[in-house]
């Protein structure tokens, strides 16, 4: 049984995928897309991709797409450990969290739309830098405000474990930092971020670990 993760060492969307099937103790096989040299323009991803996009996972055939999908796959592929829990208005609030970093800010400070900010509309690497950091300074203080006004029963955001929200926080903090933010700015996050790096499945995901990352 094959796993493999098509995806790129800084791809924050490859890095939850990362994360979840370490998570799940799940083997797989990673093949690099390097975003940074236009592989994901080329004929031969455009084929496996139309987007021009990553991460993929393919699994016995199957061949899957988008992130939020894929994990939702995971889940219900191997469902121990869960993702969320039992009770459904808390699965919902994770679900929220998890959504504010994956479908608000995301896709704002994604690489084809920083490039395009930077070249197409003339803004240069000053622009980007402060387009990015405007979208995830913004997306970052609300989600700090529902998680403190949250009750949590752990130091996850997940609560006793790592979850969906954990998930996608992890990435989306490790960006913040890259562009020059301080997750000391949302200690609530930054807690729950450094508690889930310290673990192993999260430790192995880091970009720094792949065999694609640059020095």
Sequence with gaps: MTTTLYGYWRSSAAYRLRIALNLKDVSYEQVAVNLKEGEQAGADWLAIQPQGLVPVLEHEGDRLLQSPAILEWI????????????????????????????CDIHPLQNLRVLKAVAGDLG????GMKAWAQRWMTSGLDA???????APRTGEYLGGQRPGLADIYLVPQAYNARRWGLDMADWPALAAADAACRALPAFDAAAPERQPDAEN
Excluded: H, K, N, Y
């Design 123 to 126: 803004q240069g690497p000053d």
């Design 143 to 149: 989600l700090e405000t529902l998680v403190r006004a």
């Design 75 to 102: 889940d219900e592929t191997w469902p121990d450990p869960a993702f969320l829990p039992r009770d459904a208005a808390e699965r919902c609030r994770l679900r929220g969290w998890a959504s504010i970093i994956g």
